[in-house]
C-alpha cells in the first residue's frame, strides 16, 4: 500500500472517531482531527471529559459507523454557509475564519449523516477498511491550536494500518521497546545516574556505563589506528576569540553554557571540538606530504539544551564525541571520505545493525552567497564525489536539496535497533570554509599555499547517544564484547570459593572482565542474580568441578555449554572478545 493510500485511510478513520463521539455524545464539540505517525487523533471538547474507559464503546460506534459509509463525498461551500452549519462550534468557526482570510476554498465532506470541514483526501470507500486494522489508543489533554492560553481539549489517539498484522506489530514492538527504554534499563543494569547536585543533563557513568565506556573508545581507538587517524587531546574550555573564529559566536551562543570571565577574557566551555582541532592543525606548517591530515579525539562538548528537551542519554549537556576532522587536498577527497563510510559500514557491522539510510544534503544554486558558502564548482564537485562513495559501497541513501550546511554538504545517518526504532547517530560534514576562517593552508608541490577541506565525521556519535541506542537496540543483553562483566564466577557453596576466586582472578589477570559472586545466597540465587545482571557467561564450580580440574560455563543466550578448562574458558572469551561478538 501506498504511503498517500494510507494516510487517506487514517484521515477518514478522524471523521469515523468524530462522528462516533458525536452520536455518543452529542453535546460535544469536535475541533480537528489530523494524520499522523501510526494513525490519527481529533481533539474534542467534551461537556463531561471521557476517560481511557469510554475508548471501547467509542470504538465500537466508529466500527459500526464505518460499515454503513460507502463513500466520501465533497462539495465547495458558501462562508456563510459554512458558518450556519456549524453556528455552535466556536472551533470549526475559527477555522473557517482562517480559510477565508486565506483566501480558500471553503470544502465540506460527508459520510452517511456526518459532515467536516476538511480539504479532502480520504479513502474512496471507507466500509471497505478492515475493521481489526485500527484501534483507539489513549486519551491526552491538548491545548486549542497548542497556546496553553486556550481551553484544554481532549485529544483521543487512534492507531491505524494495512492491516491487522501491521497493528499488531506495531503494538508488540511499542511494548518491547517500553521494556528496552534505556532509563529504565540503564538504571535496572546500572549503567549510568542523575544527581541533582551535579545538574540536569550532566550523566554520571557508574562502573558499569564506564566499562562500556572503554569497551567503545578501545573499539574506535582500534579502528581509528588502523585508519591512520591520529589521536588528540584538547582541553574543555576556551577564550571567546577561538568561538568569534569559528563562527560559534554569536550564532550558536544560545547552545553554549554562559561564558566564566577572568584575567580580562572569557572563557566558554567547548560546544564542539572542530575549532580546537583546526589550531591543531595549524600550530605547524604543512606541507601536501603531511596531508591526508587526520586528528580523532574522544571530546567532551557541553551544551546548552534547554531543561524540558533534555531527555535521557538521549538529550543531555555534556557528551563524549567519536570526533575526528580530516584534513586533505580535494584529490584525496574520494578516498578519504569513502573510508569514513566504510568505516560506518563496519561499526553497522558490528553492532548488528541491519537497517541504516543516509542522507545526502546538498546546496541550492540560487542560494549561493546567502545561505551557503559561494563556491560553485567546489559544491558541484564534492557532491559528486560523496554521492559516488555512497553508490560504489552501496549504501542506502536520499539526496535532500537545500539541506546543506553553510559551509558544504552533508550526510546524517539513521539507523534501526532490532526492534524498528529509529536513531539519528551521526552526521559527517565536509567543510569548505576552515580555510577562510582559520587561515589553514599547506604548501603544494608547486611551491604555492593552498588551503586544504576538512571532513567532520563521528560514526559513534556521542557516548550518550550510542549507549542509550545500544541499550535499547541489546534489550541489555550486550555482547561481550561490550557487557560490563563478561562473566561471573559462581561458587556453589563456601568450599569453593578459593578456587573460584583464584579462577577469577586468572580470567581478570588477562583482561577479561570478570566478577564473582561470593555472596552466602543460595546457589539458585546466585544464578538468578547472574541472569537478572544479563551477565553472557557464567562459571559454575563445585566439588565436581574441583575433582575433574574444569569449570562449568553456560552462557546466557545458548545455556549450557559444558565442562572445561581453566585455559579453554580464558581462550575463548578472548577470541570473541578480540572479534567483536
Ligand atoms: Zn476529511
Ligand atoms: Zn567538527
Redesign the pocket.
Known sequence: MKKEQLEQIR??L??ALASAVLKLYPNTKHAI?PVIDNGFYYDFDFEIPVTEDDLKAIEIEMKKTLKTWKG?TGKEVSDSEARAFFADNPYKLELIDGIAKKGDKITF?TSGDYT?L?????IDNPSAIPCDSFKLDKIAGAYWRGDEKNKMLTRIYGLAFESKDELDLFIKNREEAAKRDHRKLGKELSIFAYDDEVGAGLPLWLPNGGAMIEALEKLAKDMEFRGGYKRVKTPHLAKDNLYLTSGHLPYYEDSMYPPMEYEGGKYYLKAMNCPHHHKIYAAEKKSYKDLPLRLAEYGTCYRHEKSGELFGLMRVRSMQMNDAHIYCTEEQFFNEFKAVIELYLKYFKIFGIDKYMMRLSKHSKEKLGQKYINEPELWIKTEDMVRKCLVDLNVPFFEAEDEAAFYGPKIDVQVWSVIGKEFTLATNQVDFAVPARFGLTYMDKDGKEKTPLCIHRAPLSTHERLIGFLIEHYGGNFPLWLSPVQIKVIPIGEAHVEVAQKFAMSLINKGIRADIDSNNDSFGKKVRSAKTERVPYFAIIGDKDIEAGTITLESRDAGKIGSLKESEIIDKLIKENEEYK
Open positions: 484521515h477518514t478522524a471523521h482531527g466520501v465532506y467536516d476538511c480539504a479532502g483526501n480520504h
